[in-house]
């Protein structure tokens, strides 16, 4: 491993905590030379080369003779480490320019500035963690809502890693029976066997399938739902956003064109994060300004996982009060009859259509329910946890495929080598999740996404 990834030996050092005030802040350092460069910065009774591990001590940050900042300073020794190496924390005050500081004495003594997930990459390559831990490290930190952290937890835990282990195994052994098959070619695949081997794929390719089918909520947790407020102007779109939201957050007027340009903003609807977006309401109209925000509203539905069209339910049925010709919804659509506060039109009698008032707050939780229904979220229980990401279900993708091959070799009785070399593709796929993986370029990806100090 160290000899693949030379940077490894390197000490690296970077501020962990957020940039700003606060009442401390933490340096970190790690690798070989850690402990040495904190004997460096560090001024107390002792040094910390014969700290015991985990122990806090308090002390100077020095640069030269000038003094710094009093610290805490704790030694972690490898592999009893975030990292699996050397570990060095250091709490100062939490001042912009003391932090600042500490890390250039650290960078001055022999550390070098760590790069974005630098120690968590480490921690994967020391085998301190699997990829998918990884990953749901920074899953954590990101997470907007409850089940979003839960599942993160889970995921850190190990829930997906041990999902993908068994399918590592049943693979391993689908593999070993084949090659023992191809090792002694004069005893064919009796019938039988070949019968016993089709089934066990099958097992197998139901867990895959069992994973990808939550790739649905893992976007969802991770990123949300797309919930675009769309229709006519006046209808009162920016009425209902800032009624969800629970507060002003946009100007609502009786004028119409009021919004020009599209607002997005985050809710927590019973733990699942919805993007909420407002967008300029829809009309003829020669103004450029307001006809560049109808351009994007028309974008922005594009991307919709769902679309919530207001209408004013007190106004007539026509182009002008809907926002187009149709006043048929498409799938991902929620048609809302607003304003049931005032006497509701007769056009919109025989209307299926839930009716809100962003005056009263009528219908509003029927309205979350709605929601949270049309987007099929009832899968999102907190036991269901794994929830896999972008980069785990191009992995499975590609198992999922080798299998099918493989189904298709044995079902059609080719020579058992055909299915052993798709066996091997989808278990290097499969591997791939929890990251035996090879490929630098993946890594780089997937830490990039970190933080600076993680
Ligand atoms: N009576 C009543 N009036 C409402 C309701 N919702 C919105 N309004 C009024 O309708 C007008 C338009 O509301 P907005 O929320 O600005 O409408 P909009 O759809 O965002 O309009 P544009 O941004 O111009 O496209 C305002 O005067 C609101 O006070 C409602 O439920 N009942
Ligand atoms: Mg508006």
Not at 154 to 175: F, K, N
Not at 304 to 321: E, F, N, R
Request: glycine share 8%; with cysteine.
């Amino acid at each position: 491993m160290t000899a693949e990834h030379p940077l490894v030996a390197e000490t690296i050092a970077a501020i962990s905590t957020p940039p700003g005030e606060g009442a401390i802040a933490l340096v970190r350092l790690s690798g070989a030379d850690a402990i040495a460069v904190a004997d460096r910065v560090f001024h107390g009774k002792q040094k910390p080369s014969v700290f015991g591990s985990h122990e806090q001590h308090l002390g100077e940050i020095r640069d030269g003779d000038r003094i710094i900042d009093q610290a805490v300073l704790s030694v972690h020794r490898a592999p009893h480490s975030y990292t699996g190496e050397d570990l060095v924390e250091i709490s100062c005050h939490g001042g912009v320019l003391v932090t600042a500081r500490v890390l250039e004495s650290c960078l001055r003594c022999g550390a070098r500035a760590a790069r974005a997930g630098e120690f968590t990459e480490r921690a994967f390559l020391n085998g301190k963690m699997d990829l998918t831990q990884a990953e749901a490290v920074m899953d954590l930190i990101r997470a907007q809502t409850d089940l979003a952290l839960r599942s993160a937890t889970e995921q850190l835990e190990g829930r997906l890693g041990a999902a993908i282990s068994a399918i590592r195994d049943g693979l391993v052994d689908l593999l070993a029976q084949i090659e023992a098959a191809i090792d002694f070619p004069d005893e064919d695949l009796a019938p039988a066997q070949g019968e016993e081997l089709r089934q066990r794929l099958a097992a197998v390719q139901a867990k895959i399938g069992d994973l990808l089918a939550t790739a649905r909520e893992g976007r969802i947790l991770r990123e949300g739902v797309r919930v675009v407020i769309y229709g006519a102007t006046n209808a009162g779109k920016s009425s209902l956003l800032n009624r969800l939201l629970g507060y002003e957050r946009t100007i609502v007027s009786e004028i119409p064109g009021t919004t020009r340009d599209t607002i997005e903003e985050v809710i927590n609807l019973r733990g699942v994060p919805i993007r909420l977006l407002d967008t300029a309401g829809l009309r003829d109209t020669a103004d450029e300004l307001e006809r560049a925000g109808i351009a994007r509203t028309e974008r922005s539905l594009e991307r919709a996982d769902l679309i919530l069209h207001v209408i004013d339910g007190s106004a007539p049925c026509s182009p002008a009060t809907v926002g187009r010709d149709s006043v048929e919804p498409e799938t991902r659509e929620l048609f809302l009859l607003n304003k049931s506060d005032l006497a509701e039109h007769a056009d919109w009698r025989d209307t299926v259509a839930l009716r809100i008032s962003c005056v009263t707050d009528d219908g509003l939780n029927g309205l979350e329910e709605a929601i949270l229904g049309r987007i099929g979220i009832q899968h999102l229980r907190p036991e269901s946890s794994v929830a896999i990401n972008a980069r785990h279900r191009d992995c499975l993708l590609r198992a999922e495929e080798a299998c099918a091959r493989t189904a298709a070799t044995l079902s059609e009785n080719y020579s058992p080598e055909y299915a052993a070399v798709d066996l091997r593709t989808a278990l290097e796929a499969v591997t791939d999740v929890v990251g035996a993986v090879s490929d630098d370029a993946i890594l780089d990806s997937v830490f990039a996404q970190f933080c600076i100090g993680k």
